[in-house]
């Protein structure tokens, strides 16, 4: 089991910054995958960026250049970076964590960002 715990979200106005944490805590070695997906009112959830437990990152079109994930050396938090950010980030956050085998997801309980024009 793995549990995973947001943080750092909150209210900015257009062009400015905001760091997300995730704490990972449980069976943190078996995480293959850990990353950010966001949901916007109306919206399907959609990757933002993820990195793979090789260090492997992927990053949604809409954020590159702007958003940077990073991983703690333990393995245990990960950071996104968000600059410059716009009102169509505007979404909840939430951090996911995945195990290929057995195939196994595991999501936070999300952290609200709002990007005021």
């Known amino acids: 089991q793995v549990q995973l715990v947001e943080s750092g979200g909150g209210l900015v106005q257009a062009g400015g910054s905001l760091r997300l944490s995730c704490a990972a805590s449980?069976?943190?070695?078996?995480?293959?995958?850990i990353g950010w997906y966001r949901q916007a009112p109306g919206k399907a959830r959609e990757l933002v960026a993820a990195?793979?437990?090789?260090?492997?990152?992927n990053y949604a079109d809409s954020v590159k250049g702007r958003f940077t994930i990073s991983r703690a050396d333990a393995k245990d938090t990960v950071y996104l970076q968000m600059n410059s950010l716009k009102p169509e980030d505007t979404a909840v956050y939430y951090c996911?964590?995945?195990?290929?085998?057995?195939?196994?997801?595991?999501w936070g309980q999300g952290t609200q960002v709002t990007v005021s024009s």
């Open positions: 996911t964590a995945a195990v290929f085998y057995p195939s196994t997801d595991y």
């Open positions: 990195i793979t437990s090789g260090g492997r990152i």
């Open positions: 449980g069976n943190t070695r078996s995480i293959d995958l």
